[in-house]
């Protein structure tokens, strides 16, 4: 049994010795920062621009923007020839349809 462990147990022992003492030099690379005074934190004061929603139906282009919808009828040479404002509560960022006349909206969970 004594023979059994020096043939197995010693180089076995040796082995885990020398994948321990790896696993710890990498996990130190791991853990090194690239440069002085360097964290993996991202800064929170980011701010994005309000992109208005775009809808189109019957020849005409609706964009949603700070409660008002904007209707823009465009020509062939890719010109407005028509705009008109149309005042709603439609809520920022959230998907509508509209016929020109009636809009149905998102309102607290549901549709309005």
Same mark, same amino acid.
């Given at each position: 049994?004594?023979?059994?462990?020096?043939?197995?147990?010693?180089?076995?022992?040796? %082995? @885990?010795?020398?994948?321990?003492? @790896?696993?710890?030099? *990498?996990? +130190?690379?791991?853990?090194?920062?690239? *440069?002085?005074?360097?964290?993996?934190? +991202?800064?929170?004061?980011?701010?994005?621009?309000?992109?208005? *929603?775009?809808? *189109?139906?019957?020849?005409? @282009?609706? +964009? /949603? /923007?700070?409660?008002?919808?904007?209707?823009?009828?465009?020509?062939?040479? %890719? /010109?407005?020839?028509?705009?008109?404002?149309?005042?709603?509560?439609?809520?920022?960022?959230?998907?509508?349809?509209?016929?020109?006349?009636?809009?149905?909206?998102?309102?607290?969970?549901? +549709?309005?």
């Amino acid at each position: 049994m004594r023979e059994k462990l020096k043939v197995f147990g010693i180089p076995i022992g040796i %082995m @885990l010795l020398f994948i321990a003492a @790896l696993f710890f030099h *990498q996990l +130190l690379l791991v853990k090194e920062l690239p *440069q002085p005074n360097w964290s993996r934190s +991202l800064p929170l004061d980011f701010t994005s621009k309000e992109r208005p *929603q775009v809808f *189109q139906n019957n020849g005409e @282009l609706y +964009l /949603s /923007s700070k409660g008002k919808i904007h209707a823009f009828t465009i020509n062939d040479e %890719m /010109s407005v020839a028509d705009e008109r404002v149309i005042d709603t509560k439609i809520t920022r960022g959230y998907p509508f349809w509209t016929d020109g006349n009636e809009f149905i909206y998102y309102k607290a969970g549901n +549709l309005v």
